[in-house]
């Protein structure tokens, strides 16, 4: 099995950047779908980026769209997040996830019942 370990979360100002990275170990994830999502204060989790199998496309929910951008890097077995022109309602604890299922319908991969491997989750901050 996989196990996801993220890192690269803190605090940053409003505008400010970070790349938060999920590394793979235990075996090779190039057939993973790969996703974030983050989960802020009282609120439910939520998606926010996926990267589908190597050759894949990437979608993005529309709080995020325009200013994330995720990637991998299979030869390494990670995957990034990219955040730039954060926002305070950016801040979230979020999560890296994956799976080897197939993506049966367009919006499979926005539910979090759709992976089997999950990160411990790495703390964002943005202050306003």
């Known amino acids: 099995q996989v196990q996801l370990v993220e890192s690269g979360g803190g605090l940053v100002q409003a505008g400010g950047s970070l790349r938060l990275s999920c590394a793979a170990s235990?075996?090779?994830?190039?057939?993973?779908?790969m996703s974030w999502f983050r989960q802020a204060p009282g609120k439910e989790r939520e998606f926010a980026a996926v990267?589908?199998?190597?050759?894949?496309?990437?979608y993005y929910a529309d709080s995020v769209k325009g200013r994330f951008t995720i990637s991998r890097d299979n030869a390494k077995n990670t995957v990034y997040l990219q955040m730039n022109s954060l926002k305070p309602e950016d801040t979230a604890v979020y999560y890296c996830?994956?799976?080897?299922?197939?993506?049966?319908?367009?919006?499979?991969?926005?539910?979090?019942?759709?992976?089997?491997?999950w990160g411990q989750g790495t703390q964002v901050t943005v202050s306003s």
């Open positions: 996830a994956g799976t080897t299922r197939p993506l049966y319908s367009g919006n499979s991969y926005l539910q979090g019942a759709f992976y089997d491997y």
């Open positions: 235990g075996r090779t994830f190039s057939g993973y779908i």
């Open positions: 990267i589908i199998r190597s050759g894949g496309g990437t």
